[in-house]
């Protein structure tokens, strides 16, 4: 009777497990990207074999190594409060570990390091998608994995495992700046293709060539090159480095939440409550330079029958593409936001009404020409073709506040759906007619 109580048990369990294994997210993806992410998540274990089986083991750079993954642990640990921004490229300075192990310890380090600090990231926050920490985990392991091999291929006299004194000094630190870029090319060359195979249109400039991306990314690299000297000239010295870095962490990690919480989840437009706080300052420069300002408000032409008919995820998508081609149309210091469920605000400084007038127009007839594919769902494969109607008011002595800017051009759009879908219409000063086109 035991035994068949654990036979059923084993039974049950098995089912739950494989039941469980077919939820995983990873299957819901495309076959390409889900090939793309197997292989690459594979590699790395391909690796660690040939690599351990090359490596003459010593007890020092066993503690060395074991000692940086607890520096990794308590930089981990230490804003483990601290919510990830979703959506984004997230940039938590693990890297430093990762760049002073390759270059102090030898390849089989470097491929391992990832393992013991993601399943540690997993276990004690437990936060977005396994497959996708296994497969950055895999990632860095072979872009530190060839910094590593790169490095230790220079021949001593060059820089060698210590840096000397005088010019040899500089010239490993240069050596060793040089592999900590050749790894942040590599891991994020492998993250690219994956972004691109998920969403061929991502806005990859967005996620890595934007200034404040750029910025982050050169200070990481000078703190990890930093401290890769301090611990080539003595591994005892890592515990000076460690503080800096976990304040550090957890300041960038403030700051993306901070970028996050200023933009909507589903446009990447600022979202309405920083679209008012910036457009206020715009409005106030604009008043004390007496320079022209107009203000756009844009709506989606029966975008409700859209979510009626067709659901909320071809919904979302055309919200998220229109306003991609929003912002493709109007690049440079142009403030847009999401306004409401259909509605974008669109700040124009330094525009007058003939302009703005321009400017809608060419708006109005971009999105009205451009078919949006649906990707994902059971409408994949559909094409709409949506159209928007768009209200102008412009700045002038009954209109010097942000308040009345926004009624006025909301005053506007109501006028220009009044007379037809896909119009534009200008309010005019207190003086002047309307314009609709």
Request: proline share 4%; hydrophobic share 50%; with cysteine.
């Amino acid at each position: 009777m035991a035994i068949r109580q654990l036979a059923d048990a084993m039974h049950v369990g098995g089912r739950n497990a494989a039941v469980s294994i077919r939820a995983w997210q990873l299957w819901k993806l495309t076959p390409l990207l889900r090939g793309y992410l197997v292989i690459v998540t594979v590699l790395p274990l391909l690796a660690i074999p040939l690599a351990a089986a090359k490596t003459q083991w010593r007890l020092s750079q066993t503690v060395t190594f074991i000692a940086l993954l607890v520096c990794g642990a308590i930089a981990l640990e230490s804003t483990r409060v601290v919510s990830e921004a979703h959506g984004t490229v997230i940039r938590d300075l693990q890297t430093v570990w990762y760049l002073a192990i390759a270059i102090t310890l030898p390849p089989v380090y470097a491929l391992l390091a990832p393992v013991p600090l993601t399943a540690y990231r997993l276990w004690r926050m437990r936060r977005g998608y396994v497959y996708r920490r296994v497969f950055s985990s895999a990632t860095i392991s072979l872009a530190y994995g060839c910094a590593c091999l790169v490095f230790h291929a220079v021949p001593s006299r060059v820089a060698g495992s210590v840096p000397g004194t005088a010019s040899h000094a500089l010239i490993w630190t240069g050596v060793v700046a040089c592999c900590g870029a050749l790894a942040w090319i590599v891991n994020n060359g492998l993250l690219l293709v994956a972004i691109r195979l998920a969403d061929p249109e991502a806005r990859i400039r967005n996620m890595f060539g934007n200034r404040e991306a750029l910025t982050f990314d050169l200070t990481e690299l000078s703190l990890a090159v930093s401290l890769s000297l301090v611990i080539a000239i003595n591994p005892v010295l890592m515990a000076l480095g460690l503080p800096t870095i976990v304040l550090y962490r957890r300041y960038l990690m403030s700051a993306q939440l901070v970028m996050q919480a200023r933009l909507d989840s589903k446009t990447g437009l600022l979202n309405a409550g920083t679209w008012q706080h910036e457009a206020e300052v715009e409005l106030h420069r604009a008043l004390r330079a007496d320079s022209p300002l107009a203000l756009a408000m844009v709506v989606i032409d029966h975008f409700n029958d859209v979510n009626e008919t067709a659901g909320q995820v071809v919904r979302d998508q055309l919200l998220r593409d229109i306003a991609v081609i929003i912002k493709d149309q109007l690049p440079g210091q142009d403030l847009i936001g999401r306004f409401g469920s259909e509605q974008f605000a669109i700040l124009l400084p330094r525009t007058g009404r003939n302009e703005a007038q321009r400017i809608g127009e060419r708006l109005r007839d971009h999105i009205a020409g451009e078919p949006i594919a649906i990707e994902s769902g059971s409408h994949a494969g559909y094409v709409f073709r949506m159209t928007v109607s768009i209200g102008v008011a412009v700045m002038s002595e009954s209109r010097r506040a942000l308040a009345e800017l926004i009624g006025a051009a909301g005053t506007a759009l109501d006028e220009a759906r009044s007379t037809g879908w896909s119009k534009v219409y200008v309010l005019p000063d207190a003086s002047g007619e309307g314009e609709t086109s």
